[in-house]
């Protein structure tokens, strides 16, 4: 038996790919800021910066690897961040776990063969 699989693009990958662009821009236009920023310059970045992580933040996660890269902006690596629901994060990660075993089952139930010696 042959399959074929087509890759479909996710309906967020665009939205998604814009709002890291746009960490990536605020977090360079902090960092750009130079050794005489004034406060106020200093406290614009830092707005523009917790701005654009809230929206990756809100945004729904498509898979595993998104719900890593809010935790990793989310600071868990070295320094937590405050203004993040880091918990929400996770039970959205488990959700995604939780939603591939099930598949993963569902498969296996209609293919037995096909995950052999894969343990669900």
């Given at each position: 038996?042959?399959w074929?699989?087509?890759?479909?693009?996710?309906?967020?990958?665009?939205?998604?790919s814009?709002?890291?662009?746009?960490?990536?821009?605020?977090?360079?236009?902090?960092?750009?800021?130079?050794?005489?920023?004034?406060?106020?310059?200093?406290?614009?970045?830092?707005?523009?910066?917790?701005?654009?992580?809230n929206?990756?933040?809100?945004?729904?996660?498509r898979?595993?690897?998104?719900?890593?890269?809010?935790?990793?902006?989310?600071?868990?690596?070295?320094?937590?961040?405050?203004?993040?629901d880091?918990?929400?994060?996770?039970?959205e990660?488990?959700?995604?776990?939780?939603?591939?075993?099930?598949?993963?089952?569902?498969?296996?139930?209609?293919?037995?063969?096909?995950?052999?010696?894969v343990?669900?």
């Amino acid at each position: 038996m042959s399959w074929i699989t087509f890759k479909q693009p996710h309906p967020l990958d665009g939205v998604w790919s814009q709002a890291l662009d746009a960490v990536q821009n605020a977090q360079t236009a902090m960092d750009d800021l130079g050794a005489d920023f004034t406060d106020e310059e200093l406290a614009e970045a830092g707005d523009a910066v917790t701005a654009v992580l809230n929206v990756v933040w809100a945004l729904p996660a498509r898979n595993l690897s998104d719900s890593l890269i809010k935790l990793s902006l989310a600071g868990v690596e070295d320094s937590p961040r405050t203004d993040c629901d880091i918990g929400a994060i996770l039970i959205e990660a488990i959700g995604l776990l939780d939603a591939s075993v099930a598949r993963g089952e569902k498969l296996r139930g209609i293919m037995p063969d096909l995950l052999e010696g894969v343990i669900l």
